[in-house]
């Protein structure tokens, strides 16, 4: 197989919301290829605190100075979705032996559906290897301070949606063990 001349890949993921372990990824992947989209799956299984819309528009205000990044959003098979967009490269980020795992099995999956896709893991920096999308919420839901974690305007939008509300967003933050 000949190496094309532009290389596309795709990132994809929830991004409820981007924090910057999802930042430092993209940023290095751009510089591996020469067009980077960041995909949001606009239909997940997941309870999500923020709408498609709004995972957008926080994606690309994190992301407006980085050239070769596009945003957009899909609802097919991430695979369907990056023929569809000439993406020769899906790219995932790896923190834990746990997210091995699924990515393993994820990769192999979508290689028998799309053998000319390659499937490419970059491993978390150090400083984000703690950093998912369900703990910046579970911080902000109880109050904790997230600045280190997520953009400034990622910060406020949390702040927003659990302003005031006690407790209530609870259906879509997965609580696991920071308010005991
Ligand atoms: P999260 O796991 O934070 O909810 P997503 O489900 O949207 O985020 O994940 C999209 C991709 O980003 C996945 O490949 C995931 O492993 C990767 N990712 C998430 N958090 C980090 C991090 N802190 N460092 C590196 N990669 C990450």
Known sequence: MSKPTQVR?????TFDPVHNGHID????AARLFDHL????????????LFTTEERKAMLL???HDVP???????????????R?????????GLRVI??????????LTNKKLAPEIEFICLMTSQEYAFLSASTVKEIAMLGGCVDTMVPSHVAAAMSTKFEGTAGSGEESVRLVSLRD
């Open 68 to 82: 070769n990044v596009s945003v957009s959003t899909y609802r097919q098979l991430t695979v369907d979705y990056a």
């Open 84 to 92: 569809q967009i000439d993406a020769q490269v899906v790219v995932r």
């Open 9 to 13: 890949a795709i990132y994809p993921g």
């Open 37 to 48: 989209t960041v995909a949001i799956y606009a239909r997940p299984l997941k309870n999500l």
């Open 25 to 28: 990824i993209v940023a290095r």
């Open 61 to 63: 205000e994190a992301l």
């Open 98 to 107: 746990s997210d091995f795992e699924l990515e393993f099995q994820m990769a």
